[in-house]
């Protein structure tokens, strides 16, 4: 048998690429991704080689991985009903369970019902194609997240991109479509990941009413940090009900994993039998769904766990910039350390990680290029001398590389 001919195409020359910048990368000791820890994941973690460092990188803003009430709803999910649900949920896989978790979600949420997904990705997918088609427009934020971008390219709905929280912009692109499509959806992200700042929940709201949109909001990164007492936007801007589709997810603030669509029973009864990642990705596992309800039960048991969010993230901000940190227009927990070229950014990680300081750089094509970052994220659970401990290692490192006087 004749040996066979390499292939010599596209696919080669990408990983090729990537390789070799990583290569160069790690040569350089500036590859910080991929990073192992043991144990749990909580203000401090420990790493695979040893070092226990603050970790300010996660998104477990409530610090609610590994808590007794959590836990035990996990083990005692295992006990009962094992590792796995056996199916997809439309056809085997649903137990009581998930009927539980999302009669909790719903309750949480002040909707009618809710629908459980295997990942936030695959919620934005799910809403977004069970809900528009061709003949329909789509408007998004341009800061939103990638899963929406991906959520709207596989719907065959036209879509555009208004600037961002640009609310001029919106209506512009909404007075424009008026009688021309059969629906309008406007998406947002709640807590923008990457900006740390808030969408203009009130005048989105508004546009949509008056030009006869729909609205769907992202709230990965707002249930559990926005709000007095961790309800998201809607509480944020007292605005409960506003929103048509209330997307989440049950892996951030929630220490699980999966995500949600909480909307009216007709919704929500529609999208069990028409969204492709519900009918065709295997249901939750219990222990999942088990520990995703009794998060929720906790943040609504111990409102003092946001209040101290709250607390923490102002600290952190104001020592920030009183050393001079340009932290962008952050009004949330996630806060971006702006420096705006990638080899300080990546010089800057270096000294932190150094320092005992978990932190991720975000560079292009993340962000534009002269927008390179540090992306830093609060926990309710950070101590006042791990606050301290990061703001002397960002001070001490800003000075050694000219960031700040």
Known sequence: MPEATPVRDGIEAKVAEFASRRTDMQEADRYF???ATTGKTNHRVMMADGRDMVMLASYSYLGLIGHPRVDAAAQAAIDEYGSG??????????????????ARIAAFAK?????????GYATNIAIITGL????????MDKLDHASIVDGCLLSGAKWRTYRHNDMAHLEKLLAGAEGRYATVLVVA?????????????????????????RLMVDEAHSVGALGATGHGVEEHFGMCGSIDFKMGTLSKSIPSVGGYCAASAEVIDFLRHNSRPFIFSAALPPASAAAAIAAFDVIEDE???VQ??????????????????????????????????EDKTMDLTRMLFDAGVFVCPIVHPAVPKGTERLRTCLMATHTAEDIAQVLEAFESAGKRLGLVS
């Open 85 to 102: 649900a056996g199916g997809v949920r439309l056809l085997t896989g649903t137990t009581d369970l998930h009927e539980r978790l999302e």
């Open 308 to 341: 101290r969010l709250h607390q923490v993230t102002d600290d952190y901000v104001l020592g920030l910039r009183a050393q001079g940190w340009d932290t962008m227009l952050a009004d949330t927990c996630v806060v971006p350390v702006l420096v705006g070229d």
């Open 33 to 35: 991704y991929l990073q």
């Open 303 to 305: 409102p003092e766990r």
């Open 111 to 119: 909707r009618e019902d809710s629908c459980v997904y295997s990942s």
């Open 132 to 139: 528009t088609g061709p003949g329909d427009l789509i408007l």
């Open 189 to 213: 992200d709640s807590v923008f990941s990457m900006d740390g700042d808030i969408m203009d929940l009130p005048t989105t709201k508004a546009l949509c009413e008056r030009y006869g949109a």
